[in-house]
T-cell receptor, first 118, second 114 residues
């Protein structure tokens, strides 16, 4: 149980275009999902907390107009990188908590999406 | 703000041996959760073990166990009978009780040698 998927697993786009990444909880409903960014050989940095049916909460320094988050259903959150630039190239990981599972505090992670902006 | 420190950037261990990864954290909270996650080359984050701060008993999961020292704010991970598949980055993480904010340490790269 507690499986989280991400799509796509990797994407290459041109500078100035927008890219959407999907995060799905496959076997549970997640009222809260999280988006992280991981640079090579570094740790995970929380970008934002995505709440179903309401606006996302962004971490300090994260541009909410650039990283648009939508959590329209209990199983899907999307991250859209708008007007992407090479410095946005990174590994993006989502996670979710299972509110009805045995460990409601544990975050289960998706496999990540590697974004390369040319 | 909570901080998590992993002082060992890299470690190696021989197959079948035991290795301990260290983690310390700083918080003024009394109720919180601690986690160890593993990130193999596939980059999929996998939960290894979790500890609830109000429980004094150290958590164990098969070959993985922790040494939780609340007063010292230390949360080390012991891997027994190391296997080649244990080769990965290991991240220690802290989360306050009833809070969505999970903070990760910088990670320790563990290599298990045959």
């Amino acid at each position: 149980g507690a499986v989280v998927s991400q799509h796509p697993s990797w994407v290459i786009c041109k500078s100035g275009t927008s890219v959407k990444i999907e995060c799905r909880s496959l076997d549970f409903q997640a009222t809260t999902m999280f988006w992280y960014r991981q640079f090579p050989k570094q740790s995970l940095m929380l970008m934002a907390t995505s709440n179903e049916g309401s606006k996302a909460t962004y971490e300090q320094g994260v541009e909410k107009d650039k990283f648009l988050i939508n959590h329209a259903s209990l199983t899907l959150s999307t991250l859209t990188v708008t007007s992407a630039h090479p410095e946005d190239s990174s590994f993006y990981i989502c996670s979710a908590r299972d509110p009805t599972g045995p460990s409601t505090d544990t975050q289960y992670f998706g496999p990540g999406t590697r974004l390369t902006v040319l | 703000a909570q901080t998590v420190t992993q002082s060992q950037p890299e470690m190696s261990v021989q197959e079948a041996e035991t290795v301990t990864l260290s983690c310390t954290y700083d918080t003024s909270e009394s109720n919180y959760y601690l986690f160890w996650y593993k990130q193999p080359p596939s980059r999929q984050m996998i939960l290894v073990i979790r500890q609830e701060a109000y429980k004094q008993q150290n958590a164990t999961e098969n070959r993985f166990s922790v040494n939780f020292q609340k007063a010292a704010k230390s949360f080390s991970l012991k891997i027994s009978d190391s296997q080649l598949g244990d080769t990965a980055m290991y991240f220690c993480a802290f989360m306050k009780n009833n809070n969505n904010d999970m903070r990760f340490g910088a990670g320790t790269r563990l290599t298990v040698k045959p």
